[in-house]
């Protein structure tokens, strides 16, 4: 007992992270991830069936007929029990079907295919080591790191990967699917709340694996299409001739801002709104984290560019140091970037 209080301790502090409703897959927030909870709940209860029944008999059989003081009679030898046989036999088929029957309804269900349907929002989501880029070909608009989404549509997804095998996955939403380099996967999913919901990479992919974190927002319809507009219009730059000749030629060589799409860095578009920077420094001016330190989105960007690889490592960006930015540099960049913010 002494051994297992730490572990059980351990497994209680691990599981309470699993309460949280932005993160958490037993704790659905739309339709497709309820019904993958109800065939884990139905998938569950019937092995717990099996498990209870199965050691109840076991247990029950090794009291009744267990060797007696004394007792040195060889007990009657049976072979092939027809009744019995039928009975197990019988009763896993059963088990089988009322398992089976919903899985299969609800994985073909799932897997329906709205890229042609006028009425979803169509999202390309590309991984890279370690961020998310989210493109709407529909609407000219690519942005990383925070999807967003509007209630009450269809958002289907076309899933690659720029480099390595990654897995896109918002727990409480639903998931997971692959994202693979050279071939696209599909899937769907629904958002019938507004909120913000944790996003995770699912497939080990590198040192920052565990760091690939995004966000998926759900707005109201309204909101979704402000934040078209305010994505399609003409780049804020840094009010600052220097920061801003600076910020061109050091960040934009690889990032962009407003309607350029991306260069192969992450869109910067309204960073400053955004809850994290990179994905994983929780912006304490914008959402309060309780897991996290209360830095500002200023800060958190002073932080990131300073030294990417001390908050992600085996990420692409270059340190300040190699990019040679000044202290005045980065402290300008940073404050623009969070000055950046969209109205939606
Ligand atoms: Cu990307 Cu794990």
């Not at 659905?28 to 498990?51: E, F, H």
């Not at 088929?93 to 089976?100: A, H, N, Q, Y």
């Not at 720029?162 to 996967?185: E, L």
Request: net charge positive; proline share 6%.
């Amino acid at each position: 007992m002494k051994r297992i209080l730490p572990l059980l301790a351990g497994m209680a502090l691990l599981l309470s992270a699993c309460g949280r409703s932005d993160l958490s897959a037993l704790d659905p927030q739309g339709p497709i991830a309820q019904r993958q909870y109800d065939l884990m709940k139905i998938s569950i209860s019937i092995m717990t069936l099996v498990v209870v029944v199965v050691f109840a008999i076991c247990i029950y059989v090794l009291i009744k007929f267990r060797r007696r003081k004394g007792d040195k009679t060889i007990p009657k030898q049976v072979e092939g029990n027809h009744k019995l046989e039928i009975i197990w036999t019988v009763v896993p088929l059963i088990l089988l079907l009322i398992l089976g029957v919903p899985t299969i309804q609800s994985v073909f269900g799932m897997a329906k295919d709205y890229s042609k349907d006028k009425d979803a929002i169509q999202v390309k989501v590309t991984s890279h080591l370690y961020w998310w880029e989210f493109e709407y070909p529909q609407l000219g608009v690519t942005t990383a790191q925070e999807l967003v989404v509007p209630t009450g549509k269809k958002i289907s997804f076309e899933l690659v990967s720029a480099d390595v095998k990654h897995s896109f996955w918002i727990p409480s939403i639903g998931g997971k699917m692959d994202t693979n380099p050279g071939m696209s996967n599909r899937m769907y999913l629904e958002f019938p709340k507004e909120g913000v919901y944790r996003g995770k990479c699912a497939e080990l992919c590198g040192p920052s694996h565990a760091l690939m974190d995004f966000k998926a927002k759900s707005v109201s319809p309204a909101s979704f299409d402000k934040w078209v507009a305010a994505m399609k219009a003409p780049a804020v730059m840094p009010a600052d001739a220097h920061i801003a000749e600076t910020f061109r030629s050091k960040c934009l060589a690889c990032h962009a801002v407003g309607d350029q799409g991306t260069n192969g860095a992450p869109n910067l578009t309204g960073i400053g709104g955004r809850q994290t920077v990179a994905g994983i420094l929780y912006n304490s001016d914008v959402v309060k984290d309780p897991q996290s330190e209360d830095k500002t989105v200023e800060e958190n960007l002073k932080t990131w560019i300073t030294n990417p690889q001390k908050v992600k490592p085996g990420n692409q960006m270059p340190s300040a140091a190699d990019n040679q930015l000044t202290q005045d540099e980065i402290d300008g960049i940073a404050k623009y970037l969070a000055g950046y913010k969209l109205d939606y």
